[in-house]
Each structure stands twice: as C-alpha cells, then as structure tokens.
C-alpha cells in the first residue's frame, strides 16, 4: 500500500511479516528491525491477513481498518512497506498463495518470510507447506525460555523432510500483545506507548476495540 513506484522492485533481499496487526503494535515493528538486521535484509514488508482459517473474523477489526492502523505505524520508514495483497484477496488467506504471488512479482528478489521461532512446531499443519518452504527462506525469531536444543532439533528435522532453508535468530522478551492491547481498551486503559502514536490516535478516534 504505496502511492507511487513499487520499492520492494528494487530490494533484492525482502522480509515478509504477516500477521492480523489487530492491531500492529511495537513488538512488531521490532521484530521486523531485528529481522531486517538480522539477515542483512532490504526491507520488510507487513502484510495483514485477510480472512484467516485460523481465527474468528468476529474477533477481528475488518481488513482495510487493519491494513490502515500498518500503513500509519510505518509510514515514517523507507525500508518497511505495507501491502493489500491478503486483504484484497477474496476468501480464506493461506500463505502458500502469498509467496507464489510475490515470487511471480519478484522474480529476482530473495523471500524471507520472519515468524516466532514457536511457530516452526506447527508449520507442517500449514496449507500446502512444501510449497512455502521452496519459495521462501524462514527467519524464525526464538526468545528466552524456549529451549535452543529444541528449535535446534527441530529446524533440522524439517531440513531434512522438507528441504526447508530455516535460520534462527535471537529476539528480546516483549510483553505486549494485541490481545492485551484490545482488553485495555475494552477496559478504558491507555494502550499509549505499546502502539506507534498514529496508530493510537487511529484507534482512538475511530473508537476501536471498546466492546
């Protein structure tokens, strides 16, 4: 979602960040920077899914809402972009199909696709997975407390099935959640300083997540 000409055209090494952002707050902008950093990445592309599989759309702020409160949160950096490529696309999200597509308008570019290390215990659950591990490589960000044996482990195991191209990489402890975010709103608590300001002032403003 930018006026003008597509960026991500001229990165070679682009991160993509999906997720709900119900709302996006800053632990998401810092997993993109640690990422970003991390792999010597481009940029970061944060994509809002659309309607997930594995969430009640009831719980969830419609598609465009979403993809806005994305677009304020970083507006004000040239190397994260946000994009309407699940929102606009009709029926459930699967990130199968959101790779392929960005594989097709990025031929020469090198995907990275940046998830919580906890997920790689639950990706072979994923729609058509084989196909995301070939289009991608996994930028899968541990935090303390979870055992580096394991994700060690695991990451070799789905190596060696999958062919699957997976690096770990550190990331702080952030006890912020999008979960916590709306309860506070619901209960009349500040969510100053968990979200970036435009995205506060969004949330205020259009009366968001009060019950």
């Known amino acids: 979602m930018n006026s003008g000409p597509d960026i991500c055209m001229t990165w070679t090494k ?5 997720g709900t952002f119900n709302p996006i707050h800053h632990g ?6 640690w990422a970003m950093e991390a792999a ?18 009831s719980e969830v702020l419609p598609g465009p809402e979403r993809l806005a409160m994305a677009a304020a949160a970083v507006a004000d950096r040239e190397c994260f972009v946000c994009s309407d490529l699940e929102i606009s696309r009709s029926g459930n999200t699967y990130t199968y199909e959101t790779l392929k597509e960005l594989r097709q308008r990025y031929p020469d570019a090198e995907l990275y696709f ?17 196909q995301i591990f070939r289009s991608c490589t ?8 979870m055992s580096p044996e394991a994700l060690e482990q695991k990451r070799r195991e789905l190596q060696h099935r999958y062919g699957a ?21 619901r209960q009349g608590q500040s969510i100053r300083y968990l979200v970036p ?8 403003t259009k009366n968001y997540y009060r019950g």
């Open 28 to 33: 998401h902008l810092l997993l993109a920077q």
């Open 197 to 204: 300001e435009s995205v506060r002032e969004i949330i205020e």
């Open 40 to 57: 010597s990445l481009d940029g970061v592309m944060f994509l809002p899914t659309g309607n997930s599989y594995m969430k009640k759309s």
């Open 165 to 185: 191209s997976i690096r770990l990489i550190e990331f702080p402890n952030m006890e912020i959640s999008s979960t916590d975010i709306r309860r506070r709103r």
């Open 14 to 18: 682009i991160g993509i960040l999906g």
């Open 114 to 130: 940046i998830i919580g290390a906890d997920c790689l215990f639950s990706m072979e659950k994923w729609r058509c997975v084989e």
């Open 138 to 145: 996994i930028l899968a960000a541990s935090r303390s407390g």
